[in-house]
Antibody, heavy 121, light 110 residues
Framework: QLQLVESGGGLVKPGGSLRLSCAAS????????MSWIRQAPGKGLEWVSY????????GYADSVKGRFTISRDNAKNSLYLQMNSLRAEDTALYYC??????????????WGQGTLVTVSS | QSALTQPPSASGSPGQSVTISCTGT?????????VSWYQQHPGKAPKLMIY???KRPSGVPDRFSGSKSGNTASLTVSGLQAEDEADYYC??????????FGGGTKLTVL
C-alpha cells in the first residue's frame, strides 16, 4: 500500500525558515519523480516544486523560486522541502505527491494528507 | 503563468450529467495533451480522476470522462451521485517542466 506522510509544518514568523518532510512507503521511492503542491486555506491548489527520481533535476514555481529548495534521500525514502524567507502568502497545507507520466506534472496519482504551514507574526 | 479558468460552481440532480470546463491558452491546454483532473472532498487530499485529457485511472468510475477542444478541456460526470459532490481541479503542463492548476469548481449534487 503506497503511503506518503508529511511532517514538519507549524507556525513560523515572516522571514523565518521551515523544513518539511515526506516519508514514503509501499513503493520503490527511488523510481518516482516527486512534487510538492500546496493549498492556501479555502483556496485552490498550487504546484510548488518537483524533483527527479535521482534527485539530479528539480524545478520550482516562480512564487517560491530562490526561497524554497526541494531535495530527497532515496536511502531513507524521504522527500524534503526547505522553505526560507517565508511570507504570509506561503501559509498553506503542503502536500507531497508522486509525479507520474511523460512530463513533470503530467499527473499526481498518490497524495499525502498534508502538513500545515502558517506564517504569521 | 496564469491559472486555468474554471467556473466557480456547477450543479446537477442525481442521475444527470454535468460538464466542468477548464480554459487555458495555446501555451498550455491547447499545446499539450497533459491535462488532468482531481476531485477533492472537504478535509481530504485530492484524488486523480482523469489524466492525459481522457485517461481514467483504475478504480475511477467510467461515469467520469475527459475531453479537450482547442484551449478548453472538460470533465463530464454522468449519472451524478451524491458522493460526486466535491471540488474539482484541472491542471495542464505548460512546457519547460512547469504546470498550472485551475482555480477549482465546486460541484453540488442537488
Amino acid at each position: 500500500q503506497l503511503q506518503l506522510v508529511e511532517s514538519g509544518g507549524g507556525l513560523v514568523k515572516p522571514g523565518g525558515s521551515l523544513r518539511l518532510s515526506c516519508a514514503a512507503s509501499g513503493f520503490t521511492f527511488s523510481d518516482y519523480y516527486m512534487s510538492w503542491i500546496r493549498q492556501a486555506p479555502g483556496k485552490g491548489l498550487e504546484w510548488v516544486s518537483y524533483i527527479s527520481s535521482s534527485g539530479s533535476t528539480m524545478g520550482y514555481a516562480d512564487s517560491v523560486k530562490g526561497r524554497f529548495t526541494i531535495s530527497r534521500d532515496n536511502a531513507k525514502n524521504s522527500l524534503y522541502l526547505q522553505m526560507n524567507s517565508l511570507r504570509a502568502e506561503d501559509t498553506a497545507l503542503y502536500y507531497c505527491a508522486t509525479d507520474r507520466g511523460a512530463v513533470v506534472g503530467d499527473y499526481f496519482d498518490s497524495w499525502g494528507q498534508g502538513t500545515l504551514v502558517t506564517v504569521s507574526s | 503563468q496564469s491559472a486555468l479558468t474554471q467556473p466557480p460552481s456547477a450543479s446537477g440532480s442525481p442521475g444527470q450529467s454535468v460538464t466542468i470546463s477548464c480554459t487555458g491558452t495555446s501555451s498550455d491546454v491547447g499545446a499539450y495533451n497533459y491535462v488532468s483532473w482531481y476531485q477533492q472532498h472537504p478535509g481530504k487530499a485530492p484524488k486523480l480522476m482523469i489524466y492525459e485529457v481522457s485517461k481514467r485511472p483504475s478504480g475511477v468510475p467510467d461515469r467520469f470522462s475527459g475531453s479537450k477542444s482547442g484551449n478548453t478541456a472538460s470533465l463530464t460526470v454522468s449519472g451524478l451521485q451524491a458522493e460526486d459532490e466535491a471540488d474539482y481541479y484541472c491542471t495542464s503542463y505548460t512546457g519547460s517542466n512547469n504546470l498550472v492548476f485551475g482555480g477549482g469548481t465546486k460541484l453540488t449534487v442537488l
